[in-house]
Antibody, heavy 121, light 110 residues
Framework: QVQLVQSGSELKKPGASVKISCKAS????????VNWVRQAPGQGLEWMGW????????IYAQGFTGRFVFSLDTSVTTAYLQISSLDVEDTAVYYC??????????????WGQGTLVIVSS | QSALSQPPSASGTPGQRVTISCSGT????????VNWYQQLPGTAPKLLMY???ERPSGVPDRFSGSRFGTSASLAISGLQSEDEADYYC???????????FGGGTKLTVL
């Protein structure tokens, strides 16, 4: 079946980096872009941007430029989110999703199970 | 502050019909379709409704969606205890050039 499986929880110190993986299976990976969303503890969903699995070109939402990098390894149908210079404010669950919609009419299905990143000294 | 506005909470008793509203602007809901996601406690969000009123396979027809002007609504009829979850609306925003979400509505089944 179509699914996205993310890497496990991470505990990092401020200033460190983290790289989260999102392994896709059950569909043609290059047929759909991968999006990322952040959910801080007890908070709502915040769209971080997306990466074209065709071109590898990432698009970052406002507030997610500079320290956030989306990347791909199409040979293993996996997308990655790397966050550098981690701050306690980056503590959140990060989700990857397949974009099944059209340009400017995006809907996300399925979602990965989420990766909890805790940043603490 | 979210670009789309949702009531923070809603409630109903089993069997009741409840609606959850999602208010936006001309740059998002006013011109773009709305999607809804359901997040059960401790789990990842799941697509519940797309393109305003289309249900993915497996979503019961107790769930329905609508959009009018700069607002959208999710209606749940025949409320069940398993519907207790957080619900999020989302749409593309032309001004922000990206996807925006509502702040979420916590639905409690009394």
């Amino acid at each position: 079946q179509v699914q996205l499986v993310q890497s496990g929880s991470e505990l990092k110190k401020p200033g460190a980096s983290v790289k989260i993986s999102c392994k896709a299976s059950g569909y043609i990976f290059t047929g759909y872009s991968v999006n990322w969303v952040r959910q801080a503890p007890g908070q709502g969903l915040e769209w971080m941007g997306w990466i074209s699995t065709n071109t590898g070109i990432p698009i970052y939402a406002q507030g997610f430029t500079g320290r956030f990098v989306f990347s791909l390894d199409t040979s293993v149908t996996t997308a990655y989110l790397q966050i550098s210079s981690l701050d306690v404010e980056d503590t959140a669950v990060y989700y990857c999703m397949r974009d099944r919609g059209r340009v400017k009419e995006n809907w996300f299905d399925p979602w990965g199970q989420g990766t909890l990143v805790i940043v603490s000294s | 502050q979210s670009a789309l506005s949702q009531p923070p909470s809603a409630s109903g008793t089993p069997g009741q019909r409840v609606t959850i509203s999602c208010s936006g602007t001309i740059s998002n809901i006013g011109t773009k379709t709305v999607n809804w996601y359901q997040q059960l406690p401790g789990t990842a969000p799941k697509l519940l409704m797309y393109s305003d009123n289309e249900r993915p396979s497996g979503v019961p027809d107790r769930f329905s969606g609508s959009r009018f002007g700069t607002s959208a609504s999710l209606a749940i009829s025949g409320l069940q205890s398993e519907d207790e979850a957080d619900y999020y609306c989302s749409a593309w925003d032309d001004s922000l050039n990206g996807v925006v979400f509502g702040g979420g509505t916590k639905l409690t089944v009394l």
